[in-house]
Structure formats: C-alpha cells, structure tokens
C-alpha cells in the first residue's frame, strides 16, 4: 500500500508541477493559437480526475484487505481462498491506532505531507471502526511521537533521528551496546503497544514534553 500510494503521490506532485508552468505559459501567451491548444489539451482535469479515482479504489482496496486481516484472521469473514475464517474467540480484544492527527497534512518534509494526507487517514479509521465494531473489537489511540526512533529494548530507550533509515531500524546508542537492530515499523509498533500502559504519555502530549520524558528515562 505504501509503494502504491508514494507513486500515485509523486504523479500527481510531477504532473501538478507541469501543470503549473503550462498555465504560466498559457498567461504570458493568452489568446494565441498555441496557448487556446494548451488550454484544450493539457489542462483539463477530465483525466486528472479518472486517475485519481482509479488510485483510490485500489488503496480502499489494499488498506480493506489489510485491516480485514488484522481484525478476522487471514480468512477474514468468508473462507477466502480455501482459508477458514478466525473464530470470534481469536480477534484481538483491542486494536491500538496511532494518532496521527497532529500532522493536519503538513509536515517539515514535502513527501511526508504528501503520504500523510487527511483523505488517507480518514479513510483508514473509518474503516478501522467500522471492522473492529463488526469483530467486536475495541479501539485505543495512542501518541506516535518517536516510536520509529526509540529502542523498544526496556534496558536501553535510546532515542534519536539517526536510530531510523528508512525502514530500518539501528540502536546507535553511544554510551553502551544496545545495537537493537530491525524493521522500523514492527519498532514502532511495539513502541506503540508499551504506550497503552504509559501513564507519563498520552495521546495529546506535546511531542516535545514526549521527548524530554524520553530523554530523562535513558538518562536513568
């Protein structure tokens, strides 16, 4: 889902930027024959619009499938494939979200904001509730601040930006051998999953309050 949804980002960043100059073009030329076939040709919105409905489907459809798994089991509610579906005593109690709301679509880096729209948010919680409601399960939403960048090992904590690249996740942890090593998005998730129980973090601390309650773990 995310290497479909960072290419249908890009597109439309590059295609939004062509779009841009061809309209400056079409200013300084307005009312020549070339900027009229411009105008007829290249900015309309016609395909601009059937694309974009195009990739949404498909994300409605991968982000469906995953959070299908997650609450029904790989069968999900029908005998997928020849699978059985999970009996209701297996799906989890609880499905433990991480908020993202404080992002509002912007973000330091042009590319997360991009990733991070609202309308991608939306419709993965909206679809969240809806399955966990069917599966009956319950939803928890917790603060995500530095759980891609934090050793989840209880005797370390270590916390900075150099812990992660890109999807890697390397303790560099400079006063003793951590050396956690692992993919950042399972780090995160049990990051995450410690936070249910965290009575210093909740979900609307101050990402710089999280960091110096962080900080002052390491340190004892």
Request: with cysteine; hydrophobic share 30%; proline share 3%.
């Amino acid at each position: 889902m995310a290497e479909l949804y960072s290419s249908m980002t890009k597109r439309r960043h590059k295609t939004a930027k062509a779009r841009n100059k061809l309209h400056a073009l079409s200013k300084r030329g307005a009312g020549s024959r070339r900027t009229k076939h411009i105008s007829r040709n290249n900015l309309g919105t016609k395909k601009q619009k059937a694309r974009l409905r195009r990739a949404k489907a498909q994300l409605q459809t991968i982000s469906g499938a995953a959070i299908k798994e997650v609450v029904y089991g790989e069968g999900n509610r029908t005998r997928a494939n020849g699978r059985a579906p999970q009996h209701p005593s297996q799906r989890p109690k609880e499905i433990i979200t991480e908020d993202l709301s404080h992002l509002g679509g912007k973000a330091k880096s042009k590319k997360i904001s991009r990733l991070c729209s609202s309308w991608a948010r939306d419709e993965n919680q909206e679809r969240i509730m809806v399955h966990a409601h069917v599966g009956g399960s319950g939803i928890k939403t917790v603060n995500a601040a530095y759980t891609s960048q934090t050793s989840p090992n209880p005797t370390c904590g270590y916390v900075s930006f150099d812990n992660r690249s890109g999807d890697v996740f390397h303790c560099r942890n400079p006063y003793w051998d951590c050396n956690w090593q692992g993919d950042a998005d399972h780090v995160a998730s049990m990051n995450i999953k410690s936070r249910i129980q965290d009575h210093q973090i909740d979900r609307f601390t101050p990402y710089t309050e999280v960091r110096k309650i962080l900080d002052a773990r390491f340190l004892r």
